[in-house]
């Protein structure tokens, strides 16, 4: 038998919070480009992007 779903979504939340928080430190030290290239990857990974892309202060990079 397979996981239930809830176990699924647990999963999947669990996988993304390790994902912003790598994404998170990578942006420490990220030129321009890199970080156009990590607001990309967090639109494709979650659908609050664009809270996180605000609280992070990339908005101003996005544009």
Do not use: F, Y
Not at 3 to 8: A, D, G, I, T, V
Not at 13 to 22: D, G, I, M, P, V
Request: hydrophobic share 35%; with cysteine.
């Amino acid at each position: 038998m397979g996981c239930s779903e809830r176990q699924k979504e647990i999963r999947r939340r669990r996988k993304r919070r390790l994902q912003l928080a790598h994404l998170k430190k990578r942006l420490e030290k990220a030129t321009a480009s890199e970080k156009l290239e990590i607001i990309r990857k967090l639109r494709a990974i979650t659908p609050g992007s664009e809270t996180l892309i605000e609280n992070w202060k990339l908005a101003e990079v996005d544009r």
